[in-house]
């Protein structure tokens, strides 16, 4: 009989530490105003219309704001955290800071002119700065702002000639540009999900 009895008890414990995990497990996961599902977000300020200039550009890169600002539009428009306004109070700015270029792997050797050598760079590291920043324009205050650095590597133009001692312009634009634009999709993503954290 108390053989039965322990086993009851032990039995009962375990059901009572069920509990207790479960319930810290639902308390968890509601914190940081989280719900069953996709969490909840929103602009900083809680605007519901926003306002989205061209992105400033102040690198040596022309017209590259393009990208970003497309970039910021598209991925607030399939969020729908917010709609889009040309007159709303609330504003998105956005500032690319820097490009720069860091040229990876070279070869050497591949030619002499004089007494110098070739050294050709086989990739190149981009690294990109953009700043975000959500401006209330009615009441002139900065309600967020941060900034974000993103980088990709990419291949140079392949010199297949030893006599050649320089790469592919137009294919080195090029790659340039795409991979400006596929950074500019990633920075704009890591940036909305900062700037909408609703905690």
Same mark, same amino acid.
């Given at each position: 009989?108390?053989?039965?009895?322990?086993?009851?008890?032990?039995k009962?414990?375990?059901?009572?530490?069920?509990?207790?995990?479960?319930?810290a497990?639902?308390?968890?996961c509601?914190?940081?105003?989280?719900?069953?599902g996709a969490?909840?977000?929103?602009?900083?300020?809680?605007?519901?219309?926003?306002?989205?200039?061209?992105?400033?550009?102040?690198?040596q890169?022309?017209?590259i704001?393009?990208? $970003? /600002?497309?970039?910021?539009i598209?991925?607030? %428009? +399939?969020?729908?955290i917010?709609?889009?306004?040309?007159?709303?109070? @609330?504003?998105?700015?956005?500032?690319?800071?820097s490009?720069?270029?860091?040229?990876?792997?070279?070869?050497?050797?591949?030619?002499?002119?004089?007494?110098?050598?070739?050294v050709l760079?086989?990739?190149?590291r981009?690294v990109?700065?953009m700043?975000?920043?959500?401006?209330?324009?009615?009441?002139?205050?900065?309600?967020?702002?941060?900034? $974000? /650095?993103g980088?990709?590597?990419?291949?140079a %133009? +392949?010199?297949k000639?030893p006599?050649?001692?320089?790469?592919?312009? @137009?294919?080195?634009?090029?790659?340039k540009?795409?991979?400006?634009?596929?950074?500019?999709?990633?920075?704009?993503?890591e940036?909305t999900?900062?700037?909408?954290?609703?905690f």
């Amino acid at each position: 009989m108390s053989i039965t009895r322990t086993k009851l008890f032990f039995k009962r414990q375990k059901h009572g530490y069920l509990f207790l995990f479960i319930t810290a497990i639902i308390l968890f996961c509601s914190a940081c105003a989280y719900r069953h599902g996709a969490p909840e977000r929103s602009i900083p300020g809680g605007a519901q219309e926003i306002r989205i200039p061209m992105f400033k550009n102040v690198t040596q890169e022309v017209g590259i704001e393009t990208s $970003f /600002t497309n970039a910021l539009i598209d991925e607030l %428009a +399939q969020s729908k955290i917010a709609k889009l306004n040309p007159n709303a109070d @609330i504003e998105v700015l956005g500032t690319i800071e820097s490009v720069q270029y860091f040229p990876q792997g070279n070869v050497t050797g591949l030619k002499k002119i004089g007494s110098d050598q070739v050294v050709l760079a086989t990739d190149y590291r981009i690294v990109i700065v953009m700043e975000l920043l959500v401006k209330n324009r009615a009441e002139d205050k900065i309600l967020w702002v941060d900034k $974000f /650095t993103g980088e990709r590597t990419f291949s140079a %133009a +392949q010199v297949k000639s030893p006599v050649v001692s320089s790469a592919n312009p @137009i294919y080195n634009l090029s790659a340039k540009r795409r991979n400006i634009a596929e950074l500019a999709l990633d920075l704009v993503a890591e940036a909305t999900d900062k700037m909408t954290e609703n905690f």
